[in-house]
């Protein structure tokens, strides 16, 4: 490969490199967590509990922590959030060996780990579209691109969870998972730049007699006005509430993902206890929706930019949504992985299109905060979904909770469908600017971080 083309690739190869061995060990531990609840206290209403003490400080640490990433930068967050949340993780091992671990402490300290974790994940998400200009890479490929590497970590991690669970128990896959987030800081902090010089600068001072942006080592720093923190959220929070194609996502978001985290965290794990009794089982089905999301990712970035977008996007929703109505009826393993697999494949354009859009619509200068306070947003229903789930199964069983699931899903989907806001997205890729194509100004270029 040309040298100055792997110049400009290092920086979003790290990046994604880093981000599988993350995401790789927190996927050991999204299984590792609930079976280990399971295992402990034999209670469904308890693994709920322990669901929601998993989501609710990821909602707080994007709603309140994309403030904190405008700020700090993009790379120096990554970087802090994950030795944080890495010796976060640490903590909970190390106290169920040393002095024991109640229910309530684990909960205390997975609630802290899980805070720490989300201003680094709405860092890296914010990297994106500076990392592709860099790498001269189309936004849709390298959004796509992202999508399927955190597919790809959890088609590794979930079944090697099941059996790692089987060798040497749930508490010791945990000294893993803060390992990999101490690795991912070592990259990200050693092969990601600070300050990224963007392409569109390049190509502009490439063309005029005197460059009309100071290379950022040599410029001064800029006065900058004072503005306190609730300020900063509150425009973040504007922008999303302006924008109606955007809110209009987020809302049908809040419903699916609450949807969406129930099945996997709670009725899942506690479906296959149910009927199989082997966390292999489990993982499989974790597997077999993450290998045919990134098969569907793969394919999506070749033909995406043919397809209709709001089409797509509410299509790709109804056929996630039938899993509920397989699972309800409680039949073989085989069904059971192939309706796994059609849904996870059509569930692949579904992340890549939301953040293409989100990308394209949010000012560069905003987009921890909004992007933060979006994901924050799209989380609120989560925490009532696990534990609602949790007593649902309790009092009703699992035919009737999936079945009452799968109604709302297919309700909240047609209402997206209904709505026109949807239809005013930009059609195919050609329509879209891509990421070489933006201007920034020299305050721009001072903020932008790597």
């Given at each position: ?22 995401q ?54 990554s970087?802090?959030s994950?030795?944080?949340a ?9 106290f ?66 099941g ?17 990999s ?60 509430v ?7 996502i ?36 974790d ?26 996007l509410?299509?790709?929703l ?45 000012p ?25 789930s ?5 009092a ?6 999936l ?6 899903y ?41």
């Amino acid at each position: 490969m040309n040298p100055a083309k792997w110049k400009k690739l290092l920086p979003i190869l790290a990046f994604f490199s880093a981000n599988f061995i993350s995401q790789t060990g927190s996927a050991l531990t999204t299984l590792a967590i609930p079976w280990f609840v399971l295992q402990t206290t034999g209670s469904v209403v308890k693994t709920g509990v322990s669901a929601f003490f998993t989501i609710v400080p990821g909602i707080i640490a994007n709603l309140l922590g994309g403030v904190l990433v405008d700020r700090v930068g993009y790379k120096r967050m990554s970087v802090i959030s994950d030795l944080l949340a890495g010796i976060g993780t640490l903590l909970i091992p190390l106290f169920y060996l040393t002095i024991g671990l109640p229910f309530f402490v684990l909960l205390v300290l997975v609630f802290l780990a899980n805070l720490l974790t989300g201003p680094g994940g709405t860092a890296r998400i914010s990297l994106v579209p500076d990392l592709a200009e860099i790498a001269d890479m189309p936004l849709e490929r390298a959004t796509s691109i992202s999508q399927g590497i955190g597919h790809i970590s959890v088609l590794v991690g979930a079944p090697l969870a099941g059996v790692l669970i089987f060798l040497i128990g749930t508490n010791n896959l945990l000294w893993i998972d803060a390992l990999s987030f101490g690795l991912s800081a070592l990259i990200v902090g050693a092969a990601v730049p600070i300050v990224v010089k963007t392409a569109s600068a390049q190509q502009a001072q490439s063309v005029e007699q005197e460059p009309q942006v100071k290379p950022v080592e040599q410029m001064a720093p800029k006065p900058a006005t004072k503005r306190s923190f609730l300020t900063d959220f509150l425009d973040g929070l504007r922008f999303i509430v302006a924008d109606k194609l955007i809110l209009a996502i987020l809302l049908t978001l809040i419903i699916t993902n609450m949807l969406d985290v129930s099945f996997t965290g709670v009725v899942t794990p506690f479906y296959v206890k149910q009927l199989f009794g082997n966390a292999v089982v489990l993982g499989l089905i974790d597997a077999a929706f993450v290998a045919a999301a990134l098969l569907g990712t793969i394919l999506y970035g070749v033909i995406g930019h043919r397809l209709p977008r709001a089409l797509t996007l509410a299509g790709a929703l109804v056929f996630v949504g039938l899993r509920f109505w397989v699972f309800a009826l409680e039949p073989q393993l085989a069904f059971l992985l192939l309706i796994t697999a059609v849904s996870g494949f059509a569930s692949s354009p579904l992340n890549p299109i939301i953040f293409t859009i989100a990308y394209e619509r949010i000012p560069s200068d905003m987009r921890g905060r909004v992007l933060g306070i979006g994901m924050g947003c799209a989380g609120l229903g989560m925490p009532l979904g696990v534990l609602a789930s949790g007593y649902l199964l309790n009092a009703l069983g699992i035919p009737k909770t999936l079945l009452i699931m799968g109604a709302c899903y297919l309700l909240v989907t047609l209402a997206l469908l209904l709505n026109p806001e949807i239809y005013k997205t930009k059609k195919n890729a050609a329509d879209q600017p891509t990421a070489t194509q933006p201007t920034l100004t020299i305050d721009e270029v001072a903020q932008v971080e790597g």
